[in-house]
């Protein structure tokens, strides 16, 4: 046990906090709450008593972003005449480094906020069920969704070619168009000068930092590059196995890849089983009439509510649907019909049904050249 005494009841931390406001007016202490996500940054400004001084807004993660938020504190600063300013972020990820270390240049004091400690705050406020941004910054006291970066072959490339982004601020078009033809990999002008415009907008991190970054970063492209080829690897057997089933024939639809065909044929398992298509689509437990949730259950007879069917044929089936969508015309028709009446969930949930119908017909008569909804009509 340590022997080490306490004057505070929260210890070393309680009693250098207790210090930093002694004497102070709550009126003049000055909280800056800032819940942090990928691609922006939500504010609140309050006093000590808990009083809105400036209700949430967003910034962005670009050095405009942070301009705005030491405008805003200097301001309520102002407004107040704050003696005392705390700053309190969650450490989401390691999207709040760059931030908290420009703060703490400018003397700002940060405090990281356990996440779970703001999940508990936010349940003993009778907001268990609620998880908004504005919420996460009164608690402390994700969310704009994006092309995901792995995803983006030219972002790939960016990062091997040029990762310090000080010298991608510093580069002209032609230059970072150079880079990347020196790697074999195309970039167009437009693009370029898009990326660096980009570059130069950014809250941009120390030199020093960078240089530490760099080198940890030559080695995850190494696992990265490691893990890519052996999920090649593994998706060209997955390829080798649905061709040496019935399923191969959705191989040769447009909108279908071999992993997505693969995953439905092993969700589904031995076509045999079935009958017919309604089958396969009761299994899935995608149900768009059912609405039964807390209160309003009507056939759950006061019990839990829970989601039927095999959860890896409903993935299979609406991961299908999507492509199917882009590249169907007859499914994206339907699609934009129903839309028109019904809710988002219903009509994807009847699309989905309609594709599962039209794919039993197609994999039942093996019928490769396209999908058919009735005799004539193609897709």
């Avoid at 962005?60 to 300013?85: P, W």
């Avoid at 400690?117 to 907001?127: F, G, I």
């Avoid at 972002?155 to 000080?166: E, F």
Wanted: net charge positive.
């Amino acid at each position: 046990m340590s022997k080490k005494r306490f004057s505070h009841l929260r210890g070393e931390r309680g009693q250098a906090f207790a210090d930093l406001i002694r004497g102070i007016p709550s009126e003049q202490i000055l909280c800056v709450s800032l819940d942090i996500s990928k691609y922006f940054h939500v504010v609140m400004i309050h006093n000590g008593l808990g009083e809105i001084v400036k209700p949430t807004f967003e910034i962005d993660f670009y050095q405009s972003g942070f301009d705005q938020l030491c405008q805003a504190i200097d301001q309520a600063k102002a407004a107040t005449q704050a003696q005392v300013v705390l700053v309190g972020m969650e450490p989401t990820s390691h999207y709040f480094e760059n931030l908290a270390r420009h703060l703490l240049q400018h003397s700002q004091p940060v405090t990281l906020v356990n996440s779970f400690a703001v999940k508990q705050n936010r349940d003993q406020q009778l907001m268990r069920r609620e998880k908004t941004d504005p919420i996460d910054c009164a608690a402390i006291g994700d969310l704009l969704r994006r092309i995901d970066f792995w995803q983006c072959q030219t972002l790939q490339h960016l990062i091997r070619v040029c990762p310090d982004p000080h010298l991608l601020a510093n580069s002209t078009p032609e230059q970072l168009v150079q880079l990347f033809k020196a790697q074999s990999y195309r970039l167009g002008r437009n693009t370029a000068a898009k990326i660096i415009a980009r570059a130069q907008q950014a809250l941009l991190p120390d030199p020093e930092l960078v240089a530490i970054r760099r080198e940890l970063l030559h080695h995850d492209l190494i696992l990265l590059e490691a893990v890519q080829a052996h999920i090649a690897k593994l998706e060209q057997h997955l390829t080798d196995l649905v061709a040496q089933t019935p399923f191969q024939v959705w191989t040769h639809l447009k909108g279908l890849s071999a992993v997505q065909v693969a995953s439905l044929a092993a969700a589904i398992g031995d076509p045999a089983n079935y009958s017919y298509a309604g089958q396969i689509f009761r299994r899935s437990g995608l149900v768009s009439g059912r609405n039964d949730s807390g209160n309003r259950q009507r056939k759950g007879k006061g019990n839990r509510v829970l989601k039927v069917g095999d959860v890896y044929l409903r993935r299979a089936l609406m991961s299908a649907l999507n492509t199917l969508l882009l590249h169907q015309p007859l499914l994206s028709h339907y699609y934009r019909k129903l839309s028109r009446s019904k809710p988002a969930g219903v009509t994807r949930v009847a699309t989905a049904r309609k594709a599962n119908s039209i794919l039993w017909a197609t994999l039942r008569d093996q019928y490769p050249v396209s999908l058919i909804s009735c005799k004539g009509a193609t897709m």
